[in-house]
């Protein structure tokens, strides 16, 4: 009898070692037994075939040995039904396919699934709290279901056709990036560890990040925006918000930013005098008539574009006479001004704000050695500057020689008792 109740148990671990997985998606099935897609030894890389016995089936027990899937699009694979045998992978990879729906809910051992650039309409996420990092990018879907996954710290969903997103139950998120959707609300209050956030390319009017006190990075250009509160942000390095609606922006308490575009607002003032890290600036089409970036680290500015801003005259800075000297279209990469803009340590009293015309008079122009300038009052300083805004020559005369100075377009600004007047001249 003691034999009899052996060999029966033998029988039945046979059989259920012996099990066959269903896998009716043939491009699936041949993927796992035909290439090295498993990861037996939870490493993180594929180790080899998951038809270990070379039977070119996969059994329960072959299933269940893997620690990971890594299905890259050798083959296109339409289903992944089957997947639900392999109840031990903590990672799963199936990028580039053509899913129209992936229910992952029986893996509850997954902790990390990238299943990006499918046509996915359709995602079920794994009935456990293990699940850490989420990449659903580029697909089609319109509901994506967080409630089961409160250990998520990273979640990529941007390019997808998502209206709502709830991570209230998220609250150890640290990263998200859901641009390219039609997101109009979204709440933040719920995930105090945020560092970056993108948003771009949605319909978002209003933005409160008010209570992540950790973002460094912060990215939600492409809206409707008109009014953002980032005075609680004080560890923020990068903001973009280009291609919003936004007035005014206060940012005197992001003594760290180093990266910021405001480009194609509606500010009309823009004051980063307290913002002593700045090493880019783009804020292109805008209507700014003042801009100060006096802060002690202009000789670290590598980019600043302020281009396509009519009203602006003068750029205030640490030092007049520093500019960096290049710009390079088409991305605009170093110092890209406002024709005839003026670069000036003070510019209240440099008289380009104060509107009272000086009277002078430029001769010859074209001039090709020797610019003359006649004014009714003593000039006290004449400076030229280029196309750039650079500084070519400060001089206290009435008389500047330009002849080693290149063919093309200049700027002559004249200063008299203390105001100040800008005139074209061309050197021939």
Excluded: R
């Amino acid at each position: 009898m003691k034999n009899l109740f052996i060999i029966t148990l033998l029988l039945i671990t046979i059989v259920t070692q012996a099990q066959i997985v269903d896998i009716p998606d043939a491009n699936f099935k041949y993927l796992l037994t035909n290439f090295a897609v498993a990861d037996f030894d939870g490493d993180g890389d594929a180790d080899g075939s998951v038809d270990t016995n070379n039977d070119d089936e996969i059994q329960v027990s072959e299933a269940e040995a893997v620690l990971g899937l890594q299905l890259l699009p050798i083959e296109t694979i339409n289903s992944l039904e089957g997947i639900e045998a392999f109840s031990n992978i903590n990672w799963l990879t199936v990028v580039g396919h053509n899913l129209g729906n992936l229910d992952v809910s029986q893996n509850n051992s997954l902790e990390v699934l990238h299943c990006s650039s499918n046509n996915l309409e359709y995602l079920i996420l794994p009935e456990s709290s293990n699940l850490k990092v989420l990449s659903c990018y580029f697909n089609q879907l319109t509901n994506l279901d967080l409630s089961q996954s409160p250990n998520l710290e990273s979640l990529s969903c941007h390019s997808n056709q998502l209206q709502i997103l709830d991570i209230s139950q998220n609250s150890v998120l640290n990263a998200i990036n859901c641009s390219s959707n039609n997101i109009s609300n979204i709440d933040f209050s719920q995930n105090p560890d945020l560092s970056l956030i993108t948003l771009s390319a949605n319909q978002l009017t209003t933005i409160d990040v008010s209570q992540n006190l950790y973002l460094k990075y912060l990215d939600f250009g492409s809206n409707q925006v008109s009014n953002i509160d980032l005075t609680n942000n004080a560890e923020l390095i990068s903001i973009k918000g280009y291609y919003n609606n936004l007035s005014e922006i206060d940012l005197s308490q992001n003594n760290n930013l180093e990266h910021v575009n405001f480009s194609n607002n509606q500010l009309a003032s823009l004051d980063l005098s307290l913002n002593y890290n700045l090493t880019s600036l783009n804020c292109k089409g805008n209507l700014l008539n003042s801009l100060n970036i006096q802060n002690e680290n202009n000789t670290n500015l590598i980019n600043l574009n302020t281009i396509n801003n009519p009203n602006l005259n003068c750029i205030q800075v640490d030092d007049e006479d520093y500019y960096y000297p290049y710009c390079f279209p088409p991305n605009y990469q170093g110092w890209c001004l406002n024709e005839g803009v003026i670069l000036s340590e003070d510019c209240e009293n440099l008289g380009v704000i104060d509107n009272t015309k000086i009277i002078f008079t430029l001769h010859p122009n074209p001039a090709k050695n020797i610019l003359f300038i006649e004014s009714q009052d003593p000039i006290e300083t004449v400076k030229i500057y280029n196309l750039h805004g650079q500084l070519i020559i400060k001089i206290s005369a009435s008389k500047v020689d330009v002849s080693y100075l290149s063919t093309g377009l200049y700027f002559v600004q004249v200063i008299v008792d203390g105001k100040s007047e800008t005139k074209k001249f061309v050197k021939n």
